[in-house]
């Protein structure tokens, strides 16, 4: 089976830096993605890691450790526009068609 | 233009209706989505088709009968509708199966 666990919120104040941790155990692991969801909105890709190590794209970095089934999406500089909830999704063996398993997303939310 | 369009944005519908969503992709994607996030925020996978193609098929009741007539529609429709089926259903498309998603705005469904 599948279990991806987050926290369930996390509260920052603007310009500071947050990380949220995913932890996971599956059946097999092909990836890891980081999707955003603001409220009554659609997710959006933020990043990807299939192998060991840090990924950074802007304000934003992923990290992932397979031996440890362990990966953290980085915020910095945070602005009032990244309250919004954060997706933790595992990607199965190509031979499950790639099959992505949500977690349950951490609800950031930016103080001024 | 809209990459991943659903229709309609809100459903409010009877206990026991049938009804359905369309989706529409113009990005070229060979792999369509239906996911289902819950009132706890759960994105699940319900149906995946590559090609026109069922590929996976989660256990869903078989009130829902997905349908793609070419590889950029995926309609879904949903049979005698229960309480239950109260949640967002979103549409999406990857190039090809695993890769990074592309949602649609999603459908508000509540069944009365």
């Known amino acids: 089976g599948q279990n991806i666990d987050q926290p369930t919120e996390m509260t920052a104040t603007e310009g500071a830096i947050v990380q949220i941790n995913c932890t996971y155990q599956?059946?097999?692991?092909?990836?890891l993605f980081w999707y955003q969801q603001h409220a009554g909105e659609a997710p959006t890709f933020l990043s990807y890691n299939v192998l060991d190590g840090l990924e950074e794209k802007g304000r934003f970095s992923s990290f992932l450790s397979r031996s440890k089934g362990y990966s953290y999406l980085l915020l910095k500089e945070l602005q009032m526009k990244d309250s919004a909830s954060y997706l933790c999704?595992?990607?199965?063996?190509?031979?499950?068609?790639?099959?992505?398993?949500f977690g349950a997303g951490t609800q950031v939310v930016v103080t001024p | 233009d809209t990459a991943v369009s659903q229709t309609p944005k809100y459903l409010v519908t009877q206990m026991g209706n049938d009804k359905s969503i369309k989706c529409e992709q113009n990005l070229g994607h060979d792999t369509m989505y239906w996911y289902k996030q819950d009132s706890k925020k759960f994105l699940k996978i319900m149906f995946s088709y590559n090609n026109k193609e069922l590929i996976i098929n989660e256990t869903v009741p078989n009130r829902f009968s997905p349908k793609s007539p070419d590889k950029a529609h995926l309609n879904l429709h949903i049979n005698s509708l229960e309480l239950g089926d109260s949640a967002v259903y979103f549409c999406a498309s990857s190039p090809v199966p695993g890769e990074k998603l592309f949602f649609g705005s999603g459908t508000q469904l509540s069944v009365l």
């Open positions: 599956t059946s097999g692991f092909n990836g």
């Open positions: 999704a595992v990607r199965s063996p190509t031979d499950s068609w790639g099959k992505l398993q």
